[in-house]
């Protein structure tokens, strides 16, 4: 899977857009800022839009398309999938966390 994702800073004053084919990985570097670049200038950390692709050549066409679009356009794209701009890593975070906890209350193992 690949993944185009939009990433912003505290403020929400700023937009990334990038493509991942890890992004927990990717949300990993944007945070820690161990990537030198427009996100750690800009401290865009926060995970705000994220769309998903069976292949890279799909995420890359998507990434080009949504970087030449007005930010009017993009903050329109946000507002429908997360209006309240909420760190969408930090649910993903909990619900890895939760799914591990009922795979643990089951007594499955970790694979």
């Known amino acids: 899977m690949y993944y185009v994702y939009i990433v912003t800073n505290k403020n929400n004053s700023v937009l990334y857009i990038g493509v991942t084919g890890f992004l927990e990985g990717r949300m ?15 401290q865009a950390t926060k995970l705000i839009y994220v769309e998903d ?3 890279p050549t799909s995420a890359i066409q998507r990434e080009k398309q ?8 993009k903050v329109g794209l946000i507002q429908k999938l997360n ?28 694979n």
């Open 28 to 42: 990993h570097d944007h945070r820690e800022r161990l990537v030198e670049g427009f996100t750690k200038w800009y």
């Open 53 to 55: 692709y069976p292949d």
């Open 66 to 73: 949504l970087k030449g679009w007005r930010r009017e356009k």
């Open 83 to 110: 209006p309240c701009w909420n760190d969408l890593f930090e649910q993903m975070i909990e619900d890895m966390d939760m799914r591990l906890f009922e795979r643990a209350k089951r007594g499955e193992q970790n």
